[in-house]
């Protein structure tokens, strides 16, 4: 367990931290090109639904056209991020944060799919900021809810 000891520890922690919640928020808003700025060249991902890893995605732009494919049909999304632990080693870290995801397809606005997950991420330090190498998307949880949405803006 790292304790945080310095000025630079926090600035670290803090950085990473917000560079985890750029991504969702990017995700979110189908900002492509800012979501393309918080990976490394080389980063990767993969998840894991019922048990059953996917292969991994390989390269920055291919995990950007990855979610680009897999958010084409949602109208709205919301990825509620809480950053649980982040470890640092020099210019390394490696974190665990919890996720809460409400996603709306477009052609269904009735229709809401919740979703809670855990992510494992590695990050690399990039100048004085952080970009993320690794994703690693595990799937507790997911559920379909149906409610007529005239009758919740109304």
């Known amino acids: ?7 630079e520890d926090v600035r670290d922690r803090v950085n990473i931290s917000d560079t985890l919640c750029r ?7 189908k900002d492509f090109v800012g ?6 060249e080389d980063a990767r991902m993969r998840f894991c639904l019922g048990g059953t890893w996917n292969e991994w995605v ?9 979610i680009d494919k897999m ?13 649980y632990h982040v470890d640092i080693e ?9 996720l809460t995801s409400h996603q709306v397809a477009a052609d269904d606005p009735d229709q809401v799919m919740q979703m809670s997950s855990r992510y494992r991420n590695r990050l690399r330090r990039d100048g004085e900021g952080w970009l993320i190498t690794q994703i690693e998307l595990e799937v507790g949880w997911i559920e379909i ?9 109304g």
């Open 23 to 29: 991504y969702c928020s990017t995700v979110d808003q």
């Open 35 to 40: 979501l393309r700025a918080v990976f490394a």
């Open 71 to 83: 958010t084409a049909d949602h109208g709205f999304q919301h990825h509620l991020l809480s950053v």
């Open 58 to 66: 390989e390269g920055a732009d291919a995990i950007v056209a990855w």
């Open 145 to 153: 809810r149906i409610f007529d949405q005239s009758q919740a803006i």
């Open 1 to 7: 367990m790292t304790i945080v000891r310095t000025f």
């Open 90 to 98: 020099g210019d390394q870290a490696s974190t665990l944060a919890y």
